[in-house]
């Protein structure tokens, strides 16, 4: 498949937004943009099954689920990098906006989901994309931004610039209550 250039793509978001001196860094043969409404077809949940385990759900719940975190503005910032020669994505990434009511109606930026084909790692598009969100989380002026990892992840995420604090803790639902909204 040819290269699709963003103008030709109905994005999550205006690509203005992304940083053009990160966008610069990267190889030509790779471009980072925000996720597009066609992306199922460029492999974006199989980069996904890199981080862990994903269920298809189809296209069109794909991007009934990319219509809903577009119509919650401002919140949402999922990001991915493209191989030009392919038109595939190779790394992907989320951001998303918390409003707060502490520290002066305060916001806080969340990572989420980073991934990168296996192929592809160890070349900077995790840290591309990791500079991007953060970037992104800023902007819209967060006081801060946090993500959860792994142990193995932590000497990754120091080399982008954050620091180990304080503690994750987690509990999940049981299997049958859980994707099922009652509210
Ligand atoms: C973790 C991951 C996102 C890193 O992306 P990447 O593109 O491979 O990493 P980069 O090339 O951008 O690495 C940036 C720097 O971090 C270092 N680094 C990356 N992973 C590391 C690790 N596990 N341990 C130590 N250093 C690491 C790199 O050596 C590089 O250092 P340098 O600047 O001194 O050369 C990627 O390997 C991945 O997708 N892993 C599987 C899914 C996953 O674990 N996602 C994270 C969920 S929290």
């Not at 040819?2 to 990267?26: G, K, N, V």
């Not at 790779?30 to 269920?55: E, F, N, Q, W």
């Not at 994309?129 to 902007?139: D, G, K, P, V």
């Not at 946090?146 to 999940?172: H, T, V, W």
């Amino acid at each position: 498949m040819p290269f699709t250039p963003d103008s030709e793509l109905d994005l999550l978001f205006p690509a203005e937004y992304i940083s053009q001196e990160i966008r610069a860094q990267l190889h030509p043969d790779l471009h980072l943009r925000p996720l597009a409404s066609s992306d199922y077809k460029r492999g974006h949940l199989s980069i996904l099954s890199v981080l862990t385990v994903v269920t298809d759900p189809g296209e069109d719940a794909w991007i009934a689920q990319f219509n809903a975190q577009r119509e919650a503005v401002r919140t949402y910032y999922s990001i991915v990098i493209i191989d030009k020669p392919t038109d595939r994505i190779v790394a992907v990434g989320t951001a998303f906006i918390e409003r707060k009511f502490l520290r002066g109606l305060g916001s806080v930026g969340h990572i989420e989901d980073i991934a990168v084909d296996a192929k592809q790692q160890g070349k900077k598009l995790g840290l591309r994309i990791i500079q991007a969100l953060t970037a992104i989380s800023e902007n819209s002026g967060c006081y801060k931004t946090i993500l959860n990892c792994s142990d193995k992840n932590i000497p990754f995420y120091q080399k982008c610039g954050f620091e180990q604090k304080e503690n994750e803790m987690a509990r999940y639902a049981s299997q049958d209550r859980a994707h099922t909204p009652r509210l």
